[in-house]
């Protein structure tokens, strides 16, 4: 057991070690290239006082007499918190999504899959635009006004682009929901449990649902990457302070800074499928 633990512990040490000497590498790539040529002297030299500015993180500036730290953390703070939202929102509203699906019968089930895939078809941009125009059109009609469509003068903005990051979201969570539960669903044990005499929703429920879940946390690393792309045009078109804006609005900013900023919006992810991928029993994950 403790042998187990070590060799899995170095294996993560050994894993996360190369994702950070990969990202600073990748975040370091412009100085490789001088227009149409390589330039590999200025690029050596690039990783050299990236990383000497890496050993005095605490110090580091985004623009001259500013330091990173704490200001970092405001952005940071507010990107996540929009991006945790909804993620969470996402996954409840495709469980619900899917479990109506999966109760519904084979015609509904056809009509429901059919809108999702047209929801699919819409361009992402398309709909932030339009949810922007939606809330001005209700404001015009009744004197509400149900979200700021943008932030001005520094304020927080959430509530429509964590609605605007939760659409697409959804729907790539309920492709993957419904594609594991018809899995599922052909599995052996299911079956023997029809065999028994046991109703659908029972099944779903008591036997289908925990490996559901555990398999949509286990591949949800591709929808995270995606929505982490569409966070950047959110916080472009909504003007918010996220870590992607602070970014942007620097055109002179650093390569250690972005390098950094990569490093806090990736270590967490990178920790908790690590310790999702060894803390679940080897028993369970061959089920996924």
Not at 23 to 49: H, W
Not at 223 to 247: A, C, D, K, V
Request: charged letters at 15%.
């Amino acid at each position: 057991m403790v042998k187990k633990v070590f060799l899995n512990g170095m294996e993560m040490t050994i894993q996360f070690i190369i994702s950070i000497l990969g990202i600073i590498f990748l975040g370091a790539l412009p100085k490789l290239f001088y227009g149409f040529e390589l330039n590999v002297s200025a690029y050596i030299q690039s990783l050299k006082e990236v990383f000497a500015k890496l050993m005095d993180i605490s110090n580091m500036q985004y623009a001259s007499d500013k330091f990173l730290f704490p200001q970092l953390f405001v952005h940071y703070k507010e990107t996540m918190a929009i991006f945790l939202a909804a993620f969470c929102i996402s996954l409840l509203v495709a469980f619900c999504i899917v479990y109506m699906i999966m109760s519904s019968s084979p015609r509904i089930q056809h009509r429901i899959k059919s809108f999702l895939i047209f929801l699919e078809s819409i361009p992402d941009i398309l709909l932030i635009l339009g949810s922007q125009l939606l809330v001005i059109w209700f404001f015009k009609q009744t004197g509400f006004l149900p979200f700021q469509i943008a932030a001005i003068g520094g304020e927080s903005i959430r509530g429509l682009p964590i609605f605007c990051l939760s659409i697409p979201t959804t729907i790539m969570f309920v492709k993957l929901l419904v594609l594991r539960f018809e899995n599922e669903l052909e599995k052996d044990y299911v079956l023997f449990a029809k065999a028994k005499g046991l109703d659908r929703f029972h099944i779903l429920n008591r036997h289908i649902l925990r490996n559901v879940l555990l398999s949509t946390l286990f591949f949800a690393k591709t929808n995270i990457w995606f929505m982490l792309s569409n966070l950047y045009i959110i916080e472009w078109i909504f003007n918010t302070r996220g870590i992607f804006m602070f970014l942007k609005s620097y055109p002179e900013i650093r390569i250690e800074v972005f390098i950094v900023s990569v490093l806090l919006i990736y270590i967490p992810i990178f920790i908790l499928f690590k310790l999702f991928h060894y803390l679940v029993p080897a028993a369970m994950k061959e089920r996924l």
